[in-house]
Nanobody, 121 residues
Framework: VQLQASGGGLVQAGDSLRLSCAAS????????MGWFRQAPGKEREFVAA????????WYADSVKGRFTISRDNAKNTVYLQMNILQPGDTAVYYC???????????????WGQGTQVTVSS
């Protein structure tokens, strides 16, 4: 699976952004997809994940109630809707695919190139 993330940008605190991750590969619909982020000087951290059917999702505590992960298997795309953005959300956001442990970055086999999200106060 090859992944292409997009949708990042520079926004103000309280604004919203929607990230997209387009995937290639015929097995997309059966693949757990995740979003992670990495801020300068920090380790990559889990943000959200979703099962192949979309029936189950996981979120980091820091984004619960503000971020929503979803997917459209017909379009081979997973989304991350980010609302009420805060300066602490500033990071490079990565999408990832193929994992049996949705919240663990080391368990993912495929990664996109990342998209920068910057939130000003």
């Amino acid at each position: 699976v090859q992944l292409q993330a997009s949708g990042g940008g520079l926004v103000q605190a309280g604004d919203s952004l929607r990230l997209s991750c387009a995937a290639s590969g015929r097995t997309f619909g059966g693949t757990i997809m995740g979003w992670f982020r990495q801020a300068p000087g920090k380790e990559r951290e889990f943000v959200a994940a979703i099962t192949g059917s979309g029936a189950r999702v996981w979120y980091a505590d820091s984004v619960k109630g503000r971020f929503t992960i979803s997917r459209d298997n017909a379009k081979n795309t997973v989304y991350l809707q980010m609302n009420i953005l805060q300066p602490g959300d500033t990071a490079v956001y990565y999408c990832a695919a193929n994992s049996l442990r949705p919240t663990m970055p080391s368990a993912y086999g495929n990664w996109g190139q990342g998209t920068q999200v910057t939130v000003s106060s």
